[in-house]
C-alpha cells in the first residue's frame, strides 16, 4: 500500500487545516487508518484511528474536541479535519495503515506509512 498525505502549511493559532492521505491499493477498504505526527525533537504520537468499515473512531485526548477523522473508502481516502490548532498541534503528520494488536496508538502495530505533510502552528 502506498500512501500520500498533503494538506499540510502554516497557520496561526485557532486556524483550521484539512489533511488528507490518498492510498493506491484496490483493497483499501480492508485497512484500518490512522494519522500520527512527530514533532522535532520528540517521539511520533497518535493523533487518530478509523477503523476499515469506518464504524469506529479513535482519537487522542490532545485532539478530541478538535478533530475529526474520517474516510472515504469510493475515494480511496483519509481526512483528518484540524479545528482550533494550537502551537503544540506543530509536526509531521504520517498517515498509516493496517494495524495488528488491541491498540491503534501503537505505531509498531501499523504496517504501512505514508511520507507525511508538515503542519506549522504559529501563536
Known amino acids: 500500500v502506498q500512501l500520500q498525505a498533503s494538506g499540510g502549511g502554516l497557520v496561526q493559532a485557532g486556524d483550521s487545516l484539512r489533511l488528507s492521505c490518498t492510498a493506491s491499493r484496490r483493497t483499501f477498504t480492508s485497512y484500518s487508518l490512522g494519522w500520527f505526527r512527530q514533532a522535532p525533537g520528540k517521539e511520533r504520537e497518535f493523533v487518530g484511528a478509523?477503523?476499515?468499515?469506518?464504524?469506529?473512531?479513535w482519537l487522542a485526548d490532545s485532539v478530541k474536541g478538535r478533530f475529526t477523522i474520517s474516510r472515504d473508502n469510493a475515494a480511496k481516502t483519509l481526512n483528518l479535519q484540524m479545528n482550533n490548532l494550537k502551537p503544540d498541534d506543530t509536526g509531521v503528520y504520517y498517515c498509516?495503515?493496517?494495524?495488528?494488536?488491541?491498540?491503534?496508538?501503537?505505531?509498531?502495530?501499523?504496517?504501512?506509512w505514508g511520507q507525511g505533510t508538515l503542519v506549522t502552528v504559529s501563536s
Open positions: 478509523v477503523q476499515y468499515g469506518g464504524g469506529r473512531t
Open positions: 498509516a495503515a493496517q494495524f495488528v494488536g488491541a491498540s491503534p496508538s501503537v505505531s509498531s502495530a501499523w504496517g504501512y
